[in-house]
């Protein structure tokens, strides 16, 4: 069991680390003249295609029962509503102040649990949340003199309300039985065709690239399925308010690669919130003698 639990831990912090580099990869790609609206298509779909070359070559399940196909097109569909909300912050907002607005979710994950499946947060949990939501104002208070949008505040909120129902659907709908690539794989698929339709209503679905915008929606899909499938893995082993605790590594694994990559500057507010939430992360790892309840 705790070994089980140690290899949770474990997938969903890899996730989170490359989570963490996609910010950079985004800003790339849009960059290059896609649009944040159909970032996820090229992303999604990309990733879908290395994904079931994956699934056909170990010879996985593809079938999928009705339940699990509920599941799998409302995760996606999810998923793509985070990044479309996200991306879209990226636009309006500092990228900094957007990422942070986005970490508040495992607020969110702790109150719809507590509404909807009447799940209560252990004292470990508690303490996480309560550090990891710290760790974030501080993001936030090193963001707040840059220039503001309130439709961007809005989208950067959403996108934290859409994922955290994301990451409860990752855990409580039923679809244990399928494996990690295949999920990610559906997920992916459904993402991309969510993100081809949305862009396609506002008008901003070009598929014409540049040989750099190609090479970056390649490594960004790559990193994506990745995410997806580390992420699968660790919630089949760990509750959903642990993970989205331990998701909100993320902006300091954003944070070093700008620094290391882009030369940018860590202030004392990014490094204060950055041992805030890594304290999040130690309060909920560390085992306990009366292990905590899985969601």
Known sequence: MRHQRFMGLLFVMASSALYGISPLVVTSLVECGVHYSSVMFFKGGIAAIELLALACASRQRLRLSRDESVSLVLAGLLHAATSFFLYGSYERLATGLAT?????????????????????????????VCMATAGTAFFIWNSAASQTSMTGLLMAVASAIVYALYLIVMKKFPAANVSSAVFALYEMACSAMFSCISSALMGHLHVQLTARGWLLAVLGATMLAACVILIKAGMNRISAQEASILCVLEPIVSLVAGALILHEIISVKAAVGSALVIGAALAICFPTRATAKNL
């Open 100 to 128: 942070a607005l986005h970490f508040t979710y495992p607020l969110f994950v702790a109150l719809f649990c507590f509404l909807l499946f009447r799940d209560r947060i252990n004292l470990r949990g508690m303490v996480g």
